[in-house]
Every structure is written in C-alpha cells, then in structure tokens.
C-alpha cells in the first residue's frame, strides 16, 4: 500500500490495520498493489461502501461468493458492476424472478434438428463473476440450481459435468425489508455464502458526494472511467499468495474454540459447522494477506468473524422474539473465548 492509504477498510466499513511489507516478497507487494487498484476503481463509480468492496476481494482470494444485504438504492448492483469491470472479468447479470427456471441459470439441452443430437446451451453462471440479483424472489427449486456451480464450481447436465471459469463468483443480492413473494434462502444455500454483507445507508459526506457526480453528469449505467487493472493471471497468482499465508496450531484451536462457542450458547439452535470454520480461516489468510501480514493472527480471525458466520446461525425463537441478533451473539462469543497467546 501507498503512504496515503495505509489502512485497508473492514468488510463492516470501519478502518483496518496499518499495512506493513515486512517478511514480503517483491511479487507479494506488487499483487497486492494490484489489488489495491482495484478499491481505487470502484471508488470512482462507488462511494462510501469502502468495505462492501473489501469484503468481495477478500471472497474472491478465498474463492468464496458474497451475499450482499440491503435495501433498495444503496448502490449493491453497482458495486458488483465496478468491481467486475476494475478486474476486467467477464460478468453476467441474472434477475431472479418467481418464474426462473434452473435451466435458465445453469444452461440447458436444446435439440438441434440438422444433427438430430441434444446440444448443452451454457447458461450465465458459465462466467467469471455472476451477479445473482434479488436471489430470494426465486424459488428453492432455482436457487438450489447455484449450489453444484458454488460448491464444484462447475454445472452437469446429462451425466457430463462442465467446468467453469477460472476465477469464479457468485455476488448474490436481497432485500432484508420485503417478504412479500419471496423465497428465503434455505441453510443449506446460505451456508454456500463465505460472506454476508450488510449494505448501509453511506455517510452523509459520502451521500452529498453520491449526488455530486449526480449533478456532474454520472450514469451508473455506463460506469464512466472505471476500467480494468489487473489480469485474471494476476487474481489467480493472489489468490494463490494468501493461500500460502502460514497458520499456526494455535490460531487453528482458537478457531474451533469460537465454533464451539456458537453451538453451546443459549441463544443459538446451530451453531457453526466445520464447513463454517474453513471459510473463516480462508478469509482470515486472504484479510492477513491484504494487509500485508506473513501469518495469521487471532485478530485476523476476529475480523473476519461476523462476515463468515452471520448467516450460519440458526437463532432459537425464544431468542429472535427477545430481539437477538447473530452479529450480537459472535460479538458475544469473541468477547467470552480465550485468545490464544
């Protein structure tokens, strides 16, 4: 990172630590000024949704997909929209509708009468980042469509099975408020998500700037001056350099720990699952990557925390009718787990 910059926000908008080049090498420092390009272009079409964009970068080194949450008109297309076009990665945008039929997603077999024979018609999913729009107004039946190409990160379809891209995200969006005609998404496709952010309402500054380049003639539309920086080489090469981040014995307890927590607290019907803990320990290497960290540390794991896991939990009713939230049960949690030396 630069002197200007020496911070990387949180996934939850809050500045993160100073950044350091110790024990780096010189590949290390130039993906990651890579990745830093990427904030600085989707700072020009996005504004004050800092670390709504730190949390898709670091599910993309961790090869994980992005629940984004908000309501209407905090910008959670858009962001997708920049972020795919400052990566230069090929991008498709599915609206998901009550009558979206999984073929319509994963692709289908149409019969093509000069050859008599079935040919697979690749569906969007076959793409480098998919924008999964208003993924709750679909029924399971779809939504289950995304858990093969998430999951395997490829689609069957007559007993053959079809790669797809290299890199691959899934940035699903939903609105947290409207319940009418929509489908929540069952456990076993949330639990497919690294991350669930939460899209807030921008800052008043960064409100009065939003219509500043309103009023100067900006369309979201046409993402005027964002353009790509970096190449799918370099993202596979930096998703490769935060896997080699080193992980002690440890870190690795503490993790568990805070697993365990979950499931034994009196608020939480389920708790975190194992598959839980490997997606926070991948985010917390691709976060200690990102700032520029040769190990993971317990506060890179706490960081990581409330992202990872906020849409795992299964909240007992008593505890929902009380006005619990899961946010506030991790907090709890982290506050209650002995942190390791």
Known sequence: ?????????????????????????????????????????????????????????????????????????????????????????????????????????????????????????????????????????????????????????????????????????VAATQNPIEHEGTYTLPEAQLDRFLMKLVVGMPERDAEVMVLRRHAEGFSPRELTGVEAVVSADEIRAAQQAAGRVEVTDDVLGYVVDLARATRQSPSVELGASPRASTGLLAAAKAWAWLNASSAVTPDHVQTMLVPVWRHRLSLRPDAQMEGVSADAVLTSVVQQTRVPI
């Open 1 to 169: 990172m630069t002197a200007a910059d020496p911070t990387y926000p949180h996934p939850d908008g809050s500045r993160g630590h100073p950044v350091t080049t110790e024990n780096l090498t010189t590949d290390d420092a130039a993906l990651r000024q890579a990745m830093h390009r990427v904030r600085t272009e989707v700072d020009k079409a996005v504004v004050g949704q800092a670390g709504t964009v730190t949390g898709l970068l670091v599910s993309l080194l961790a090869r994980g997909h992005v629940l984004l949450e908000g309501v209407p008109g905090v910008a959670k297309t858009l962001v997708v929209r920049s972020f795919a076009r400052a990566l230069g990665l090929d991008t498709k945008r599915v609206q998901f509708t009550p009558d979206l039929m999984p073929g319509d997603v994963t692709g289908s077999l149409v019969y093509d009468a000069r050859t008599g024979e079935f040919d697979f018609r690749a569906g969007p999913v076959f793409t480098h980042i998919l924008l999964a729009d208003e993924i709750n107004r679909t029924p399971p039946k779809t939504q289950a469509a995304l858990l093969e190409a998430m999951e395997e990160r490829q689609v069957s379809a007559d007993g053959v099975s079809r790669p797809l891209p290299d890199p691959f995200l």
